[in-house]
Nanobody, 122 residues
Framework: EVQLVDTGGGLVQPGGSLRLSCAASGFTFSAYAMSWVRQAPGKGLEWVSVIDSGGSSTSYADSVKGRFTISRDNAKNTLYLQMNSLKPEDTAVYYC???????????????WGQGTQVTVSS
């Protein structure tokens, strides 16, 4: 079965750090681009960062650039998000997402983790 398990969230003070993890199973992890997406209270989904299947290319939302680092370990089927210099506005539920084009169907496979809560507050 396809499974994405998001962990690592918690309560942290402004300026602090957290590292989120997303453990994947049930599909070919190394063939999928991976993203982190977040949802703050009262807001819609916001894309945070993406990394290509091989881990060689990354992109970030302007709001987190310079503070967050996305990475992956394909040997461990795990995605990471290192979050430094956290701000109260980073408070959100963070979800990992896996996406890849399925040639057989001509459609994208799109898998989501259950999310992990990050709260930044003094």
């Amino acid at each position: 079965e396809v499974q994405l398990v998001d962990t690592g969230g918690g309560l942290v003070q402004p300026g602090g750090s957290l590292r989120l993890s997303c453990a994947a199973s049930g599909f070919t992890f190394s063939a999928y681009a991976m993203s982190w997406v977040r949802q703050a209270p009262g807001k819609g989904l916001e894309w945070v960062s993406v990394i290509d299947s091989g881990g060689s290319s990354t992109s970030y939302a302007d709001s987190v650039k310079g503070r967050f680092t996305i990475s992956r370990d394909n040997a461990k089927n795990t995605l990471y998000l290192q979050m430094n210099s956290l701000k109260p506005e980073d408070t959100a539920v963070y979800y990992c997402n896996a996406r890849a084009f399925q040639i057989v169907t001509g459609r994208f496979n799109d898998y989501w983790g259950q999310g992990t809560q990050v709260t930044v507050s003094s």
